[in-house]
């Protein structure tokens, strides 16, 4: 009965997430605004997920850490809820829903396609490290999405790819402004899920680091991070096209990082992420 109650959730949770994507068009390229809609929407689909965590959790006595089902079923909760709290500090970066809500149907779509049988979470991987590797690695994903569509959005607006209402919602300068202080938050948070991740990984299997497929991702993803802060800030006349796809192809990366590599590791710790 608590797996119907799931699956009649998430249907709903990504009902409510095509809609929002679809009032926040409307509220763009229609005539009149529906804002408050939109966020609104983004809310309850977030509570949703909230809650059909919470019935899987209780069913299956542990945390949404190692299959698929339960990486896509967190973090698209974790994104969702991140957005929101970003939206709310920064209304710039609201633009960004444009291409947020799209893919948040997407992920909700693969969410319902994939088995959402539980895989038994091994005692020695259950401890306060992995909750904090687990924790700034959602944060570290959340805030570098928002950073990658609201680059993405700059570079179509540079190449007039975006409609009239669209654009005039669009403070170039202002929005590349705000995407490297999310970008450089991004960082930190990534910083700490590498080090919280090999504390865990010590206490869980007796070894910091093992050069996996996925520690490896990992680490590629947060040199090639530091590497564009540090030109950023060393090159102030950074290309800002160079700049803006640099932080979307690391978004690419972070994502195959988190719903590719896991799934495709011999590591000990395949699928949590």
């Known amino acids: 009965?608590?797996?119907?109650?799931?699956?009649?959730?998430?249907?709903?949770?990504?009902?409510?997430?095509?809609?929002?994507a679809v009032t926040d068009y409307w509220s763009r390229y229609g005539q009149r605004s529906s804002v408050a809609s939109t966020y609104a929407l983004i809310a309850i689909a977030t509570l949703m997920?909230?809650?059909?965590?919470?019935?899987?959790?209780?069913?299956?006595?542990?945390?949404?850490?190692?299959?698929?089902?339960?990486?896509?079923?967190?973090?698209?909760?974790?994104?969702?809820?991140?957005?929101?709290?970003?939206?709310?500090?920064?209304?710039?970066?609201?633009?960004?829903?444009v291409i947020v809500l799209p893919l948040f149907v997407l992920l909700g779509l693969w969410l319902l396609s994939v088995p959402a049988d539980a895989v038994p979470l091994p005692a020695t991987f259950d401890n306060s490290w992995l909750w904090l590797h687990v924790t700034s690695g959602k944060i570290f994903l959340g805030l570098?999405?928002?950073?990658?569509?609201?680059?993405?959005?700059?570079?179509?607006?540079?190449?007039?790819?975006?409609?009239?209402?669209?654009?005039?919602?669009?403070?170039s300068a202002q929005l590349d402004a705000a995407i490297w202080p999310v970008f450089a938050l991004a960082f930190i948070c990534h910083s700490f899920m590498l080090i919280a991740g090999a504390v865990w990984a010590h206490s869980a299997w007796g070894s910091y680091w093992a050069w996996d497929p996925l520690e490896t991702s990992a680490l590629v993803t947060w040199l090639a991070m530091g590497l564009l802060l540090h030109a950023r800030v060393t090159y102030r006349q950074m290309p800002v096209l160079a700049s803006w796809a640099s932080v979307v192809a690391i978004f690419v990366l972070a994502f195959l990082t988190f719903f590719g590599m896991p799934f495709s590791s011999l590591a000990p710790h395949k699928g949590i992420i």
Not at 8 to 16: E, K, T
Not at 73 to 89: D, K, Q, T
Request: aromatic content about 6%; proline content about 2%.
């Open 1 to 20: 009965m608590t797996a119907a109650i799931e699956k009649n959730l998430l249907i709903s949770a990504v009902a409510m997430l095509a809609l929002a």
């Open 49 to 97: 997920l909230a809650l059909a965590i919470t019935v899987r959790w209780i069913r299956e006595q542990q945390g949404p850490f190692l299959t698929l089902y339960d990486v896509l079923l967190s973090n698209l909760f974790s994104l969702g809820l991140i957005c929101l709290v970003v939206y709310a500090v920064a209304p710039l970066l609201r633009a960004t829903a």
């Open 144 to 171: 570098c999405l928002v950073a990658a569509t609201a680059s993405a959005l700059l570079m179509l607006d540079r190449f007039h790819l975006t409609g009239r209402n669209l654009q005039m919602t669009i403070q």
